[in-house]
């Protein structure tokens, strides 16, 4: 994709006028929001961000930020055109018809997927998998009338797509968006789907006003600095989630530093030795790292230390990742055919340090 309005030279140090700019207004933000009022209120940190204050992020991967030259975004929808305040706007995202260059490579490279060419295919498969998750939504689309070779690959891809987006929500990232055919407006209350009538947004940076066109745009968001709340969850834990078969993925991305409380309950039975535990665990069935079996466990990312957690649990969280929660059992019975029923309760609360 060519820039047209950005020349190549223009964009040394957009990084850095991107982390300069916030580095200003975020440094601004937090001093304020430190200071607080005689009746516990705290300035709110969105305030402290100009109102057209946008990143665009572009399709090479620079970043141009600065303040927009417009107040509003007028965006045409089947019910009319809207002006968004750009102080409303989260984010932005151009749509495929606002590509068409992108649009008709999408096309073409499914084409090639059935190419007599062996060459022409792999390539071809290679770029759409590369292509991630912004084509996710074509591809889903998308029915195979190139044969059981398209097929093959198509399924393939789909296949890479979705692995990539589930690793993105396994470790608490923020997965890309999928491209849909519109334009599509980002506000706290509601999204807008249609076409952006601006082609063109000028930009006033510390280094000089900048042009840059919708078509070179990747998506644009406005940084708003929130007050993070704490995170509250009721997870249940089957008998046989052990660590070295599926423990239970709660969903929830911890970060280091945050305070974890967890207060756990229930029965799981030992049918096979006639007998149960509590989420304390059993003295003498062995153990897991050094853990009781039976005990109920915790552990943050795929390869995190597995910690203790019982009944109740109060700790701070040495790493970041997604929380599991398991029960430990000593290795040699995972593989046997034994059996166990029941299931523990948790109820979890992640702090994070600001929200205390």
Partial sequence: ?????????????????????LTANTGKAQEDAGTATESGNRAKPAEQIPGNFIRFHMWDGSIVAGQVTIDVVSIKTEFGVLEVPVARIKKLFPGLNSFPELDKKIKDLITQLSDKDFAMRETAQRELTNMGLQIREQLAEVSSDGGAEQKKRLAEIRQAIEEEFEDAEENGESSERALIRGDSIDTPEFNIVGKILQETFTVNSKFGQLTVELSDVKMADRPVLEKKSATKKNVKIESDAFFQRTPANTRIRVTKGDKISIKADGVVQWTNWSTSS?????TNQGQFQGIQSGTLCARIGSSGKIFKIGKAYTGVAKQSGTLYLGIAIQDSYVQQNYRWTGNYNAKIRITPPEAE
């Avoid at 994709?1 to 990084?15: A, D, E, N, Y």
């Avoid at 509590?278 to 059993?282: D, N, S």
């Fill in 1 to 21: 994709m060519k820039f047209r309005s950005i020349k190549p030279h223009q964009f040394i140090g957009l990084v850095i006028i991107t982390s300069m700019l």
């Fill in 278 to 282: 509590t989420p304390e665990g059993l």
